[in-house]
């Protein structure tokens, strides 16, 4: 295939040139036996990956389409400053640096994530003249730089291979159905899904996964049962060819009273942020306490008021009205035997 002619073609040139640079050594090895043993080693050296290194597949694109390309790394390599390069002349001999993680230059973005110990290559806008040898690479120390993975991308009209939705998102215990497409051309060949993390795929014995050809151009992966774990970049693969999807397993909601968390370690949190909520209210209501009690005193005290001030009113009445009888009493006098009482009216 194409990525594997490169190699060996470019190998074949590296291996040549350490070759001649270790003869020229040989002729004055008097003076430079150490640079000798040190050219031998890198020939060596070369040989070995040549017959071992460097993986290199294919990825088809649809004319003015986008990709996503997954490059993982090993933890150690967190702090390097990882980019994607591009190969005018091959896999492996130049590098056309066309961005830095976390920027985005032209129609390439080049995104770091830590966490994952992986970072995105996305190209957008494709077009046949983006067809051509790219890697994903880091600054090492005592190294140009180290390849973590490479790809050979190609943009066709129709894709020999290309899935239906390269993003896919599932709550926890849910089920995901991946569709993957291929051109007659590949109608007999032997496909897989796998997984980039450790390269391992998935047979059609595997409980919770279902994969299923029509061999009409069409390849059905159905994954049951997910967990947060199988979160993660997956691929259909036939022959060289890679087709990448992001799979996104989100953790199945808790329910803590009318709180919704989405994590099960964040429970504990969520009920301690509660508690702390009531108690800061049960605080404020006691906060409220002393000036209710002012207020009812007040309330006490005008009721009190009012009563006293109705009873006062009411024996002053009381006098008033028992002083009127007493003048009037006053002012009526006997008469003669035999005559009636007589009272002279009592003024106003």
């Known amino acids: 295939m194409r990525c594997t002619m490169i190699k060996c073609m470019h190998l074949e040139k590296r291996a040549m040139k350490m070759y001649v640079d270790m003869m020229k050594i040989w002729r004055n090895k008097s003076s430079h036996l150490f640079d000798m043993q040190t050219v031998s080693l890198k020939f060596i050296i070369v040989i070995i990956w040549l017959i071992t290194g460097g993986e290199c597949w294919t990825v088809t694109v649809q004319t003015g389409g986008s990709v996503i390309i997954p490059c993982h790394y090993e933890s150690k390599y967190t702090q390097h400053k990882k980019f994607c390069c591009y190969h005018p002349s091959g896999c492996y001999n130049s590098c056309s640096i066309l961005g830095y993680a976390n920027e985005t230059k032209g129609n390439v973005s080049v995104i770091d994530h830590p966490d994952q110990s992986l970072f995105t290559v996305t190209m957008r806008d494709l077009h046949h003249q983006n067809t051509g040898d790219y890697s994903c690479a880091m600054e090492i120390e005592g190294a140009a730089y ?115 968390v989405t994590d099960k370690f964040s429970v504990t949190e969520t009920t301690t942020a509660l508690t702390t909520e009531s108690t800061s209210r049960q605080h404020d209501h006691l906060k409220m306490w002393p000036l209710l009690i002012v207020l009812l005193l007040l309330l006490f005290l005008v009721t009190v008021t009012s009563v006293i001030w109705r009873n006062k009113h009411r024996e002053n009445n009381n006098h008033i009205s028992k002083m009127k009888k007493e003048k009037v009493s006053d002012e009526c006098r006997p008469a003669d035997a035999g005559e009636n009482v007589i009272c002279s009216p009592v003024p106003e």
């Open 146 to 260: 180290d390849v973590t993975e490479r790809f050979y991308l190609t943009i066709q009209s129709v894709p020999d291979l290309s899935v239906m939705s390269s993003s896919v998102t599932v709550d926890e215990g849910g089920n995901i159905s991946v569709q993957c497409l291929y051109t007659s051309t590949y109608r007999n060949k032997h496909k897989q899904w796998c997984r980039y993390k450790d390269q391992s795929c998935y047979t059609s014995q595997n409980a919770s996964v279902e994969i299923s050809d029509d061999r009409r151009g069409s390849l059905t992966v159905v994954m049951s049962g997910l967990m947060k774990s199988d979160s993660g970049w997956y691929y259909c693969s036939v022959e060289d060819f890679h087709a990448p999807v992001q799979l996104t397993v989100n953790v199945a909601k808790v329910s803590v009273g009318d709180a919704q």
